[in-house]
């Protein structure tokens, strides 16, 4: 691994062993944090993170070497400044590329779309972006998403993948993956890539040179992983992109029965030498905001970094992790990204142990596992359900829950839970107006049942107004 930190260059089994050490060293100090005052200001570390200091990472079939920070295009910057996730304004290109230079100077060489971010116009955006520089700076990542039926076929799915090339202005792909493997269990999986020979042909396409690795992207289903791990000798995967952070550590399977521990991803991973591509570092934003007396335990550590920079740090520290992906709409997201890996500072067996108790104290509360990936998306009936789910989960972790009118807290927690919710969600989209159709819960990777989320959500909201609680 070329990396000129020290700390970087434990071997697996030591820093397996140092994760292990698990809640025991946690120092006393730490876990005597308890509530305190709220700490709301916690900005992103901005100004100019150090130039050519980025830790880098080699992969091991091809040798590139691979920026630890990689630039996921799915939240690019819209003309209104907002993420162009749900595709509602249009991709401000001159944004996206001032980022992608500033990410590029700054070392950040790996940058990963698909066809289906951004509404279907990421891989546009990067394309254009990325043209503008010399093609052997930078590896670009993009999918097979044939994600809806009708894209199942054959020519459909070959359709879509010689559009990537067309739109990424490209000859060749450095890491093409088959996108979301998992979600719809094996049978999904035999009918998107075995049945219509795509896994065939794209096994052609590497032995041709127009994939240079040829991996999957991973969700849910263990069964489908294993089985995509058990065939390593046939398809010799050159990566896999997982969920991991330190929530989904440990924790993953008790959030939702669907999903798998990452600490079981990342092993069975780390045994056969295939180099891991990180999603999700941040659990969908929700560890950016977590509790307060969170905040607060990483507040008094490190006082001017940010609560996201612990996420990306544990992200980071681990040694068979080629790229750790983050979606990255502002500039100042980048810059305190840049700030984590330029160079990263891995963490240690204390800082590790401090990570597993936030994950155990996060736990405890009873926040929905909505990671604001938007595959409920759109509701027929117009509600913005992730809007809805991190709102509540947002009161969750500001205390702004009141159990009872007896509630020392109850009238400030009361009007900023319902002036919060009118805010975030227009009324119109609210959870009042769900007809419990279930069109959504299937699409859910964290297995939400959705009708029963708004029906509760709603019942608590309408019990709130009446002021009958
Ligand atoms: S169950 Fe509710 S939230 Fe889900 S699609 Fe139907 S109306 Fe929309
Ligand atoms: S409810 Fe499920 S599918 Fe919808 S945004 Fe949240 S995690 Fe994603």
Same mark, same amino acid.
């Given at each position: 691994m070329k990396n000129g930190n020290d700390k970087t260059m434990m071997d697996r089994r030591e820093f397996l062993k140092r994760l292990g +050490?698990?809640? +025991?060293?946690?120092s006393t100090a730490a876990l005597a944090i308890g509530c305190g005052p709220r700490n709301k200001g916690d900005n992103p570390v901005q100004g100019e993170p150090p130039a050519g200091k980025m830790t880098y990472r080699t992969n091991p079939t091809t040798g590139d070497r691979v920026s630890l920070l990689g630039f996921g295009m799915m939240r690019l910057p819209s003309v209104g400044g907002r993420s162009a996730r749900e595709g509602v304004e249009e991709i401000d290109q001159e944004m996206v590329n001032s980022m992608v230079d500033y990410a590029l100077e700054h070392g950040v060489n790996y940058f990963d779309t698909s066809p289906a971010y951004c509404q279907g116009k990421s891989e546009r955006a990067t394309g254009i972006a990325l043209k503008r520089h010399p093609r052997d700076k930078y590896f670009i990542a993009t999918k097979?998403?044939?994600?809806?039926k009708s894209t199942w076929s054959r020519e459909a799915s070959i359709e879509m993948y010689r559009n990537s090339f067309k739109e990424l202005q490209v000859d060749y792909i450095d890491y093409m993956l088959l996108h979301g493997i998992g979600m719809g269990g094996m049978k999904e999986f035999e009918q998107r890539y075995i049945d219509n020979g795509m896994l065939d042909f794209l096994l052609e396409e590497r032995k041709a040179g127009r994939i240079r690795n040829l991996g999957f992207s991973y969700h849910g289903d263990v069964e489908v992983f294993d089985t995509m791990l058990a065939r390593h000798d046939l398809y010799k995967w050159d990566f896999v992109q997982i969920q991991l952070n330190y929530l989904d550590w440990k924790y993953a399977k008790q959030i939702n029965p669907r999903n798998t521990d990452a600490e079981y991803l990342y092993g069975e991973l780390a045994k056969r030498g295939i180099p891991a591509v990180i999603m999700e570092p941040l659990l969908g934003g929700r560890l950016s905001n977590v509790p307060d007396n969170i905040v607060k335990m990483f507040k008094e550590r490190e006082p001017e970094k940010s609560v996201a920079s612990w996420a990306f740090r544990f992200a980071g520290?681990?040694?068979?992790?080629l790229t750790v992906l983050s979606g990255m709409t502002r500039m100042e997201h980048l810059q305190d990204n840049l700030h984590t890996y330029c160079p990263l500072d891995p963490l240690d067996e204390e800082e590790l142990a401090l990570l597993q108790q936030a994950a155990a104290m996060m736990m405890e509360f009873d926040t929905? !596992? &909505?990671?604001? &990936?938007?595959? &409920?998306? !759109?509701c027929p009936y117009g509600l913005d359900i992730p809007a809805i789910l991190l709102h509540y989960n947002k009161c969750i972790n500001e205390g702004n829950i009141p159990a009872s009118r007896q509630d020392p807290n109850y009238r400030k927690a009361r009007r900023a839970f319902l002036v919060g919710y009118d805010r975030s969600v227009p009324k119109l989209r609210q959870a009042a107006h769900c007809i419990g159709c279930n069109q959504c819960s299937p699409h859910c990777p964290q297995g939400i049942f959705i009708p029963k989320e708004m029906q509760r959500i709603d019942e608590y909201v309408e019990k709130l107004k009446q002021e009958i609680l």
């Open positions: +050490a698990g809640t +025991a060293a946690v097979l998403s044939n994600f809806a520290t681990f040694p068979d992790i929905i !596992p &909505c990671n604001d &990936c938007k595959y &409920c998306m !759109p």
